[in-house]
């Protein structure tokens, strides 16, 4: 690794501690790794697990360093899970090179793993083969282009155990990792000026929110964003709130937006520093992000958006691009998640394009979800939603051909929260009026995932 730091390649290092354990003397509470041992096997020893990456211009070098603690055993092979996500993840085939302590070890590397203890839940791996004797094991792949770093497994095969671990590798061809954000035990209770600080530093803004005064709607201190632990995943997640009651939360005080309600985080108004969580012209984005609705979250047959693609800028930028919105009919019933998309005129933009989700699927549930952008007038767009708990597709849909841009903008944000139309009523007259279905409403999300391809050499001029 010296002489790729001599290069003026960028070093990223994640430190990921595994341990392996006897079923005779296991180890208490919540394991992330170390958890998937053979039966019957001998503690086989503490390692550490640090991989370094290395990106170059035309190159991608991937540099896992497994250093072996407390007399731990000799490692007989490494496997690390290439198919996190299937989608634009390397293969075998992709690995220009592969070498162990300096020593060439193409021609020990496998995709098969034969009659093993590992029992490795994939079909699109890496096996390091006859690792040998050594108090360290500096284990390197090339790639053939650049990958983004995602969340993935890997197996350490020592002695007769084989351990599991969580490790990041390569995936999504051609992407890099702008930004990752999520929330942690030091946040609950902050105000949201302090969550706003801490959203900043990740490239994120939480400003548009009803914690202001005068005008209309403002409620200074009412609980809007939140940190609260989570049972499922066990972590610290951000609670989005809008109310009806104490008070009937507004859009940012605004004396103009008096028939809506608005709590949004969003990537920074910023297209310099933080370019590189904007959608700028002709870039290719990817958004991953986690959210939750409670069970019985009612929208009404007004707009109820969770989700936005919004210019910042120009003269086109009054509604979303691309808008994920909870519907229901006007008596509440037909509950569904819609997506909608918008453009500068009417012959260009396409309306709902998914309509009748079931909101059942989702209530209750946490949901990842997947987007893909081009942003271009003949861009792409795809998104899908998956239910974590049992990896249902609740939605999936897909367009090459769908206009991605709003004319004279110069970057495009990813909004996320809750905004919605006070179905009826307005903040200026007495009583608001607002529709009898609207109640207090909460939003959960997390897990937040930014990645960029073909970035804007000059992503602050405007394009038509």
Known sequence: MKNLKETGFLIMSLLLFVFACSTRNPLSGAMEAGE??????????????R???????????????????????????????????EDGSPTIANILSARVNGV??????????????????????????????????????????????????????????????????????????????????????????????????????????????GGYGGHQNGVHCDTELDPYFNKYVF??????????????????????????????????????????????????WKFKLPKGFQPT??????????????????????????RASSSGGNKRIQIIHSVDGASTGKGTIVDNIPLADFEDEWVQVREE????????????????????????VKDDNIDMWRKGSSYMRNKYGIYRSLAGGRLDQTPVGQSPLLKNESLWLTDFNVYEKNPNPNPGQAHD
């Open 36 to 49: 998937n041992l053979q039966a019957g096997s001998r503690n086989a020893g503490t390692y550490q697990i």
């Open 51 to 85: 991989l370094n990456t290395a990106q170059a211009t035309n190159d991608y070098i991937w540099t896992y360093t497994i250093t072996t603690q407390d007399n731990a055993k000799d490692i007989g092979y490494f496997i690390l899970n290439l198919g996190n996500p």
């Open 104 to 213: 060439d070890w193409t021609g020990k590397i496998k995709s098969t793993n034969g009659n093993t203890a590992c029992a490795v839940g994939s079909s699109n791996f890496v096996k390091f083969e006859e690792m040998g004797t050594a108090d360290q094991y500096v284990v390197e792949l090339k790639l053939d282009t650049i990958y983004a770093r995602v969340k993935t497994t890997g197996w350490v095969k020592a002695g007769t155990t084989c351990t599991m671990m969580d490790l990041q590798g390569p995936g999504y061809r051609g992407y890099q990792l702008t930004t990752s954000m999520q929330s942690d035990s030091t946040m609950p209770g902050k105000k949201y000026n302090e969550i706003n600080t801490y959203m900043k530093a990740y490239g994120f803004d939480y400003t548009e929110n009803p914690h202001c005064s």
């Open 239 to 288: 609670r989005f709130n809008i109310h009806i009651d104490p008070v009937i939360d507004g859009d940012r005080c605004s004396a103009g937006t008096v028939d809506r309600q608005r709590n949004e985080m969003k990537s920074a108004t910023n297209n310099t520093t933080w370019a590189k969580v904007q959608g700028n012209w002709d870039e290719w984005q990817l958004l991953e």
């Open 301 to 326: 047959s007004s707009f109820c958006h969770i989700h936005q693609l919004k210019a910042q800028d120009g003269p086109n930028n009054g509604s979303p691009l691309i808008t994920i919105t909870p």
């Open 373 to 396: 952008i081009h942003y271009t007038h003949n861009g792409y767009y795809s998104c899908s939603i998956t239910r974590v708990s049992d990896g249902k597709v609740l939605l999936d």
